[in-house]
């Protein structure tokens, strides 16, 4: 038994803090929120997002530029508009998120097209639209979206994703820079790639991209990768084909754990020097940012169901689980937990704080210093990004309803998932 230290303001994200004893999402009491819309609940702050949106901006300020925020990492819509109206394009991977992208009213030229595995479905759902530039991340797809396009009596705007062969340095299954992983073109297979490209009646080369990790915390292996993507332009354009545009994808971090990524205008510094320093200083970038937008800009509410004190363990069971927070399962990754309401001057135990689901994986944060009693709600920090996108209905659990904070406003984006919409499509033998 420790006395509870309680957090303090340098472990909190902006946009949260405590005021009166209440945890508060910008001018909004999160104890209310619980109250009124029940638990688990995600609340977002909008200053939130446009913060980090504006850091972006800031960097890019002054040169040609398109930020494709990449909604898989939280895809509601309310979500999407509020970055669109301020100035975001999209990145998407699916069909389902074009039409996401669609009914937020974006102008599909400011939409990108990325993923390993487009259906002709979805290649000719977005050429009807106007697509921006679709990532390209094989031969044999550049040869399928070429055939739709020609069928179509249009060209595809392409860019190859290059894989650049530097380590982001972050948890194996977020780093995506490497050779053995699936994504993008070899280095030493992009400039046949591209004359290839080139040469096809149904496609037209805009641009090169790239996209090394996420959670990527140091500006290195930024700085390598715009290396190595420099020389592959180089050499493409030597060849005769023209680079309008350098993706650079997206991956910086956010501070999970007391993480140091460098902020996206001091990033972008290092980055753009470097494009001058190789004469490339009036290229158009796009980039392709996620979590860094809405990672921290997010929490999850939950209450204590019951305290389970035991001899090896304590366990402290919430009513949210690994079917609304993923993450802790899949990548083992840490979230600040902390009181909407802090108990002062009450005693701490150590706690795993484990959800419902009954799996052995279903955990939210272990070894954690908490003062808290049976209907005590919780909040998850830094649950913007791969949350509720990630959510699914494992044990027939409903998603969460999400809200989205606006100065001292609270608005209702998701409803509570109710039993009926979980098993609409079903049907009795
Ligand atoms: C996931 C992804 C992103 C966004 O990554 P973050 O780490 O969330 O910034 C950008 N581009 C591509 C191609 C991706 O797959």
């Not at 501070?255 to 140091?260: A, E, F, R, S, V």
């Amino acid at each position: 038994m420790t006395t509870l230290a309680g957090p303090t303001a340098a472990t909190l994200p902006p946009f949260v803090s405590y005021q009166n004893q209440q945890l508060m999402v910008e001018g909004v009491p999160l104890a209310a929120l619980a109250h009124e819309h029940g638990t688990p609940l995600f609340v977002y702050s909008r200053a939130a997002m446009l913060s980090a949106l504006a850091a972006y901006q800031r960097g890019l300020a002054g040169r040609e530029h398109l930020i494709c925020y990449a909604m898989k990492a939280n895809s509601s819509l309310a979500i999407l508009q509020a970055l669109v109206r301020a100035g975001c394009g999209l990145d998407i991977v699916s069909g389902g998120e074009l039409e996401r992208a669609l009914a937020v009213g974006i102008d599909p030229s400011r939409v990108i097209f990325s993923g390993v595995g487009k259906t002709r479905a979805e290649m000719r759902q977005a050429l009807q639209v106007g697509i921006g530039c679709f990532n390209v991340e094989s031969r044999a797809e550049l040869d399928v979206l070429d055939e739709v396009a020609r069928d179509m009596g249009l060209r595809a705007p392409v860019s190859v994703r290059v894989n650049p062969n530097v380590d982001a340095q972050t948890h194996p299954y977020i780093s995506t820079g490497l050779k053995g992983n699936k994504f993008g073109i070899a280095h030493e297979d992009v400039l046949s790639t591209y004359t290839h490209a080139a040469a096809c009646k149904g496609l037209r080369v805009v641009g090169i991209d790239c996209h090394i990790g996420s959670q990527i915390t140091q500006t290195g292996p930024y700085v390598d990768a715009m290396d190595r993507v420099l020389d592959l332009v180089e050499r493409i354009e030597a060849a005769g084909v023209h680079i309008e545009h350098i993706d650079f994808g997206g991956g910086l971090g956010i501070d999970y754990q007391g993480d140091t990524p460098p902020e996206a205008d001091v990033l972008w510094q290092a980055l753009l020097q470097r494009m001058d320093a190789r004469g490339f200083g009036d290229r158009k970038i796009c980039i392709e940012p996620g979590r860094s937008l809405v990672g921290n800009a997010g929490v999850c509410l939950t209450e204590v169901l019951y305290l389970k004190p035991g001899e090896q363990k304590n366990f402290l069971i919430v009513d949210a689980a690994m079917n609304d927070l993923p993450r802790p399962a899949m990548y083992q990754a840490f979230h600040r937990i902390v009181p909407v309401v802090p108990r002062n001057n009450a005693t701490a135990s150590t706690w795993d704080v484990v959800g419902p689901v009954c799996e052995s994986g279903d955990w939210i944060g272990r070894d954690r210093e908490l003062a808290v009693h049976p209907g005590d709600v919780l909040a998850v920090l830094s649950a913007g990004a791969y949350c509720m996108s990630m959510a699914s209905n494992y044990n027939t659990r409903g998603r969460a309803a999400e809200v989205l904070v606006d100065g001292t406003q609270a608005h209702l984006i998701r409803a509570r998932e109710s039993l009926a919409d979980q098993t609409r499509l079903e049907r009795l033998l």
